[in-house]
């Protein structure tokens, strides 16, 4: 995303563009993670027994860690930001590891959905399973997205510096990291422990 | 996009297809929108003919089978709103007009400009697909509620309602960087001088609708998504034999559904308020009483969802809850309509065509409204529910938007478009032809459905309580009507090819309006402004004493 160059200033810009858009964007998702939650809520509220009976219990333990890997990413993203907003070197290393503690956040939750589908818990078995793959998944997906996009910035990023003048750009990807971030809290405790 | 690349001469793909500047891009949505609109009028002509003649071939179609005439009835909604309403009066006008009206080169963002048409574009060509696929096209009304979604089994084929949900969450994404582009850029690229309230009506109309659009769309995309998960992966959110609840989706749709329709009302008021002080020469009153409106209608417009369910079984309780803020939300509407007519008060009004289609707006608004007044009551819409009233209602609320709000659009800035006149005779015999057959095609219904006639009834015959001499003839009529409303495009269109070809040059500023789009040449040159515009007042000044013109560009210098 970049923005248009005007080159007259304009009247009282007091949020930049790029992390205005951003700030509209994640306010979007926010209420697409609330419609699910909500929808959870609902449904299992007017469920008889919840775990039902016969169905597997969530990993608590090893999501729970994973949850960990997560809010570490989180730091390392703010890392790469103060770096890069300091003038100092070493932005894209941090954006690597970043990126590199999604991926493990999504190995790891994908090879927990291997073990519970192999004990019986598919979209289709209750609607715990359903809730459960839906919520996660599109929370899975959603980190991916940001994954890849780190990737792109990590790429950009040598040129980025070499132009030298600009110590902001990385903003709104760390904007959407920390919405990938701080919503998992959220469901975790919500889907996992209540 | 910086602005040396906006200078640099491009090769015929980077200027009419793959385009960055807002004004191609607008030009791409009007067109799409423009033949989604004859894609659905065709739709509306199918399904009138069924109904005043049940059974018969129509001309042009043949007969039609009730799972076809489910889909026509499906596809005519959902084309109307999302591919006629939404591209046109939100994506085509606001690309034009923000960027011009707030004295920018272009959008805050122009490649998520062209990526949201594009995007736009092939959720286009998956919802025309979905007409050829097997089973045909989605049957389940273009609110697609399950369980009549949920299952192949309930609503025809298995890829017609996929494919639909696929186009319709396409055109969402579509729209989410529209909206996002449109609010960063009203809030960030205004010219030096424009305070907020300098904007135009507009600006703070598609402003509104975006936003509101924004914050509304999320929780339905989720439901959409469930749904499509329901069909493909049988996870049965929606499906009571599991554990599931078809109202969900109900809630999850309309907490979308209903603030769209403020989506698709605003940006038609914003033309009517832009052309409204033109051609009565006088200062809009109540500018920021109009500009508070618009904020509440957007506020309250969350609140009211749930009396699209009064009959769904929800809590009587709640029922009362949404009766009035359904009630309540007539207030800021009315506000509008008001400051609209007080406008007009003791101008020097001026008949042109744009100014007939916004009086037209308005007066078919109001009949609108006041039959709303009976739907938002509980206890009315009990009876009224599911009728042909209800059809003939939100008729009245859509088109006023929809038709009138974007042909008055249409021939005011026509000539910065295009850079052509339009011919004013033909214009007027278009507005007194739609005008008139608008009101034959759907009084019939409202008595129609006073009558007890259902809506979505693929032939009357079936049932006993709508037949009758009575019911046929208005049948006939509310036909009649709507073949005529069809016919009646043909002014408009054969007006627009002549004034293409070789209609007049337009003038930079052929109404002596205010606003900074009217300060650039017709059409405008890419990158907009030579120099960029300085404003020193609001849009509305017209006839300020002891000035010899009477109007008074916004960047005039005293
Ligand atoms: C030429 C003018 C039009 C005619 C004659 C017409 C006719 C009709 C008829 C007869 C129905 C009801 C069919 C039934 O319930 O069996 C209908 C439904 C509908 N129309 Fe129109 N229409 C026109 C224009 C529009 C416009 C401009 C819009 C919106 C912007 C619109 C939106 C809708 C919607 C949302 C439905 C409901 C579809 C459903 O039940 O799922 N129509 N129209």
Redesign the interface.
């Known amino acids: 995303?970049?923005?248009?160059?005007?080159?007259?200033?304009?009247?009282e810009?007091i949020?930049?563009?790029r992390v205005?858009?951003m700030a509209?964007?994640i306010?979007?998702?926010?209420?697409?993670?609330?419609?699910?939650i909500?929808?959870f809520v609902?449904?299992r509220a007017?469920?008889?027994d919840w775990p039902p009976a016969g169905q597997p219990r969530l990993p608590i333990g090893v999501t729970g860690f994973n949850t960990l890997v997560l809010l570490a990413s989180a730091w390392t993203m703010q890392q790469a930001a103060a770096t890069l907003r300091r003038g100092e070197p070493q932005v894209r290393r941090l954006i690597m590891i970043t990126a590199a503690l999604g991926a493990l956040f999504v190995g790891i939750q994908g090879y927990e959905w291997v073990n519970l589908v192999r004990y019986g818990l598919t979209?289709?078995s209750?609607?715990y399973g359903?809730?459960f793959?839906?919520i996660v998944g599109?929370h899975g997906l959603h980190v991916l997205a940001a994954v890849i996009s780190l990737i792109a910035a990590a790429l950009i990023a040598p040129a980025r510096s070499r132009e030298g003048t600009d110590r902001t750009w990385l903003d709104p990807f760390r904007m959407y990291w920390f919405f990938v971030a701080g919503v998992w809290p959220v469901l975790y405790v919500l889907v996992y422990l209540s | 996009m910086s602005t040396a690349a906006i200078a640099h001469p491009k090769s015929f793909w980077r200027e009419y297809v793959f385009s960055t500047d807002h004004k191609t891009i607008a030009k791409q949505y009007l067109s799409t929108g423009i033949f989604m609109a004859l894609v659905g009028g065709l739709l509306a002509y199918v399904m009138r003919m069924q109904l005043a003649y049940p059974g018969q071939a129509i001309p042009g179609y043949g007969t039609i089978d009730p799972q076809s005439y489910n889909a026509v009835v499906t596809m005519h909604g959902t084309i109307m709103i999302f591919w006629v309403a939404m591209p046109i009066l939100l994506a085509a006008f606001g690309n034009f007009l923000i960027p011009l009206m707030i004295g920018a080169a272009d959008m805050a963002f122009p490649r998520l400009n062209m990526l949201s048409y594009w995007i736009f574009f092939l959720s286009t060509v998956v919802l025309l697909a979905s007409f050829f696929v097997p089973g045909g096209a989605a049957a389940g009304g273009w609110t697609s509620y399950p369980p009549l979604s949920g299952s192949a089994a309930y609503s025809g084929g298995q890829w017609g309602v996929t494919l639909w949900l696929l186009a319709v969450a396409m055109e969402f994404a579509a729209f989410l960087m529209g909206g996002i582009n449109f609010i960063t850029t009203a809030i960030n690229n205004r010219a030096p001088g424009m305070k907020l309230f300098d904007m135009p009506l507009m600006v703070w109309m598609q402003l509104g609708a975006s936003i509101i659009f924004l914050f509304s769309v999320g929780p339905l995309i989720a439901g959409a998504v469930m749904l499509i998960l329901d069909r493909v992966a049988a996870t049965g959110f929606y499906n009571p034999a599991t554990g599931g609840d078809p109202i969900l989706f109900q809630h999850l749709f309309w907490f979308f559904g209903h603030p769209e329709v403020y989506v698709i009302l605003l940006p038609g008021f914003g033309a009517v308020a832009e052309v409204l002080p033109v051609f009565s020469r006088k200062p809009f009153f109540g500018y920021r009483m109009m500009v508070y409106a618009t904020i509440i209608t957007g506020v309250l417009s969350f609140i009211v969802w749930a009396h699209h369910q009064f009959i769904a079984g929800i809590d009587p309780r709640l029922a009362t809850a949404f009766s009035i803020t359904t009630i309540l939300i007539s207030v800021p509407i009315a506000v509008m309509t008001f400051a609209f007519i007080a406008t007009l008060y003791k101008g020097s009004i001026e008949l042109k065509t744009p100014m007939l289609f916004a009086l037209g707006t308005l007066v078919v608004f109001l009949l609108g409204g006041v039959t709303g007044i009976h739907l938002g009551t509980a206890a009315t819409d009990i009876y009224l529910h599911d009728t042909y009233f209800v059809v003939a209602h939100f008729h009245y609320t859509l088109i006023p938007p929809v038709f009138f709000g974007f042909f008055a659009a249409w021939y005011y800035w026509f000539p910065k478009m295009f850079g052509r006149m339009l011919n004013e005779g033909l214009g007027k015999a278009h507005f007194w032809l739609t005008f008139i057959f608008m009101h034959v095609t759907f009084i019939p219904m409202f008595l129609l459905g006073f009558g007890g006639h259902h809506r979505r009834i693929s032939n009357p015959q079936f049932f006993e309580a709508m037949q009758g001499p009575e019911a046929e003839r208005l049948q006939i009529i509310a036909t009649a009507g709507a073949i005529g409303i069809l016919l009646s495009q043909i002014p408009f269109v054969v007006n627009s090819v002549l004034s293409l070809l070789r209609g007049a040059k337009a003038p930079a500023n052929p109404w002596q309006a205010n606003t900074l789009e009217w300060t650039v040449p017709s059409p405008p040159p890419h990158g907009n402004f030579e120099t960029v515009p300085q404003v020193y007042r609001g849009p509305y000044e017209y006839s300020v004493p002891d000035r010899v013109d009477d109007w008074f560009p916004q960047d005039a210098k005293v």
């Not at chain 1, 995303?1 to 009247?11: F, H, I, L, Y």
């Not at chain 1, 306010?27 to 699910?36: C, I, M, N, R, V």
């Open positions: 995303m970049s923005s248009t160059g005007t080159p007259v200033a304009r009247s810009v949020v930049p563009s205005l858009g509209l964007f306010a979007t998702e926010a209420l697409f993670f609330a419609g699910l909500s929808a609902v449904l007017q469920a008889i979209t289709g209750s609607l359903a809730t793959y839906t599109a």
